[in-house]
């Protein structure tokens, strides 16, 4: 058991690395130590305005100053700008916007608007993919996080995606599903019982599982599926959001308009705790006349809204998103050569500043990858388990920075696997 009187969390606790934050500034972050440390990962993915943003900051302490606490039901200025902000980056058609306190509660929500507005039980999602950690989110999960909880809520049915090797080779522009996966939701929701599912939740591209980037036929297949059995899509845009994939919203990619969007981590940089699900009027009207049976205490939080509402001026006035779309092609650049490099057989694949390499080497070797990366005190997401390291950035990290980090990388990566 760990000296720390809390619990860590996914991990055993004996097993736990904690590491004690001090601050930072941009891609950069500080530990008790006196360490700075690269940011390649924005600490759990959500860091995506950068460190030590002042702006932020600031504005959480106006509001606490104005108001800083409410009810569900109250209205101020911070919570209906940041609907309107909201609503206008999802783009035309969308009308409601449901405030929660993270992405969990946002897929929570999702399912429980999704149940209320088809009358229907089932939902699709993927093998490969994370939800959130909320019994329902997680029951929409498809890594090992969920087994361990189940039985979970019913209704959940899970397919293939695009994560074989093969589609692994076509994840740059000019793709196609050769193998179909994107058929695997028609031919499920006829199995299943035709009009029975109530909705489809999918990451546009599948994060701490992977960085699968879907060829672009992908997406427009899924839509057309839940058109053709009357079921609402759902882009759970938590991890993908906010210019991680060089776009608002990752799903803008492919030119499909979901049902909802639920967002989270980009939309504060977890500065605050917030989430939302972005609603289209196709699916908000059921509630006019009909009771929203969806609540929660510290809804839209007014200090939670003012952090969020001046991190999405940060993104446009500092123009991240088009940092993240230039930078993109560099990321996999850098780690093409880093593949290039090394002993062993490693795939490459990502969209913006979210992408992944896939050493193909032991579990031992993992560990001596992390060490490496400590030494020269990179923080990035290793899965061993999964055989990948992740990288998403900041946004506001420059190229000098995001080359010489992968760099690094490259140079920890062949201390452990073998390669020149």
Known sequence: MSDYPFFFTWTAQNAAKPVELTGGEGAWFTTADGSRWLDLGALAYQVNAGHGQRRIVEAIKRQADQLCLSTANAVYPAKTELANKLLAMAGPGYAKVFFTLGGAEANENAIKIARQVTGRLKMISRYRSYHGATMGALALTGDWRRPPMEPLIPGVVHVRDCECERCAQGNRPGATCVQGMARVFDETMRAEGERTTAAVFLEPVPGANGAWVPPPDYWPAVRAACDKDGALLVADEVLCGFGRLGKPFGHQHWGVVPDMITVAKGLASGYATIGAVIVHERVARHFDANVLACGLTYYAHPTSCAAALECLSLYEDEQMFGN?????????????????????????????????????????????????????????????????????????????????????????????????
């Open 324 to 420: 993240a779309e230039r930078l993109g092609p560099v990321l996999l650049r850098e780690l093409d050569a880093v593949a290039a490099r090394l002993a062993v057989p490693a795939h490459v694949r990502g969209l913006g500043l979210l992408a992944a390499i896939a050493p193909q080497a032991p579990l031992d070797r993992w560990t001596t990858l992390s060490a490496e990366l400590a030494a020269r005190k990179l923080s990035l997401h290793v899965e061993a388990k999964r055989g990948t390291a992740i990288f998403s950035p900041p946004l506001c990290i420059t190229e000098a920075e995001l080359v010489t980090g992968v760099r690094s990388f490259g140079d920890a990566a062949v201390a452990a696997f073998g390669g020149k």
